[in-house]
């Protein structure tokens, strides 16, 4: 099992980036997604996640009407799309697997996930 996310970088406040978290080893529409962030300093906190069957969604309220997840099962691959992006959304972004199978809701807890990619660093400059 193996999650690698992608297309961090730099942008200015106000921008835009998409993240993508590509998936293997796992059949990824049996499981639920999740997407977390770690800045400088401060302890992890999850920012959105998707789920296995109806594809429910989650956002936390420091992105909510910002951000966008989704997934494309046929390319095993889940997106977090960014808009309007702040400085204080500057941080290590990593994609995690819910360890429950066909969950109807997703979790944004850091315990309830088996498996984490590598992180990709966005950086918003004022």
């Known amino acids: 099992v193996q999650l690698q996310a992608s297309g961090g970088g730099l942008v200015q406040a106000g921008g835009s980036l998409r993240l993508s978290c590509a998936a293997s080893g796992f059949t990824l529409d049996y499981y639920a997604i999740g997407w977390f962030r770690q800045a400088p300093g401060k302890e992890r906190e999850g920012v959105s996640c998707i789920s296995s069957r109806d594809g429910n969604t989650y956002y936390a309220d420091s992105v909510k009407g910002r951000f966008t997840i989704s997934r494309d099962n046929a390319k095993n691959t889940v997106y977090l799309q960014m808009s309007s992006l702040k400085p204080e959304d500057t941080a290590v972004y990593y994609c995690?697997?819910?360890?429950?199978?066909?969950?109807?809701?997703?979790?944004?807890?850091?315990?309830?996930?088996?498996?984490w990619g590598k992180g990709t660093l966005v950086t918003v400059s004022s």
């Open positions: 995690a697997r819910d360890y429950q199978l066909y969950a109807n809701n997703c979790r944004l807890r850091a315990g309830d996930m088996d498996y």
